[in-house]
């Protein structure tokens, strides 16, 4: 399993670099605007930093889906073919490997934006309450463990959300190229459908969790997550390995 994350981690490290790259860019471009007195730059770097922001969560999101797409439709998945182990590890190393690169991006943006506002001095005056509210959860056990009970569950719930997506998309691709492998546009075909399903799972299950019991509709949503992440991932196991025995 860790071979298998390794090699996940070398196969997206240009992303990740042009990733970092970006970001970084951005950053100069604040720098350089604050320490030149040029606002209009230093407001282009500001805007270029947020729009990279959520365009680096996006990507090393769906890095999974690209990287397996790859995979199954061109050569460079050869190795997939030759693991003497079950495609759930091929698979669950993809998961993986995009959690744990989202999550430490995500560190990354939040450190950097930290960093602007204390450096820059930003008026954090209308945030005052929030912030103070904040230092005493942080100041008083009580409260740090109620903060930290919070941040768990934030990011518990965070990770299962995520998973609940990479393994939807995993499916959708696993699905297109069962049925499209070789195809023009295949990928696009992927993401139209992992969008379509979205769309439709995170309209229906709210409302399908509130019918079923009002008083408990939140548990029982996490509850359908799971088992539709669990199904997700095993039909596409089931498919993928299916495909390698042909």
Request: hydrophobic residues 60%; aromatic residues 18%; charged residues 10%.
């Amino acid at each position: 399993m860790l071979t298998l994350l390794q090699y996940e981690m070398k196969k997206t490290a240009f992303m990740k670099i042009l990733c970092g790259f970006a970001l970084f860019i951005s950053q100069a471009f604040v720098m350089l605007g604050t320490a030149t007195d040029n606002y209009v730059v230093a407001g282009l770097g500001a805007g270029l930093l947020i729009f990279f922001s959520f365009l680096v969560i996006f990507i090393l999101g769906l890095s999974s889906m690209a990287s397996l797409s790859k995979d199954l439709n061109t050569t460079q998945g050869y190795m997939l073919f030759m693991l003497p182990k079950h495609s759930a590890y091929f698979l669950l190393a993809k998961i993986v490997e995009s959690l744990v690169s989202t999550f430490l991006a995500g560190l990354v943006i939040v450190l950097i934006f930290f960093f602007n506002i204390s450096y820059f001095a930003i008026d954090t005056e209308a945030y005052k309450d929030l912030l103070e509210m904040f230092w005493n959860l942080v100041m008083s056990g009580k409260g740090f463990g109620t903060l930290s009970l919070y941040m768990i569950r934030f990011l518990a719930t965070a990770a299962a959300f995520w998973i609940f997506l990479s393994t939807m998309a995993i499916l959708c691709v696993t699905v297109q190229a069962s049925i499209f492998k070789g195809k023009a546009l295949a990928l696009v075909v992927s993401i139209i459908a992992f969008f379509c399903l979205f769309l439709y799972l995170f309209s229906a299950l709210p409302e399908l969790a509130a019918n079923i019991s009002w008083e408990y509709k939140d548990p029982i949503f996490y509850g359908m997550i799971l088992v539709l992440s669990v199904g997700f991932f095993a039909l596409s196991s089931y498919l993928l390995e299916k495909q390698r025995n042909f």
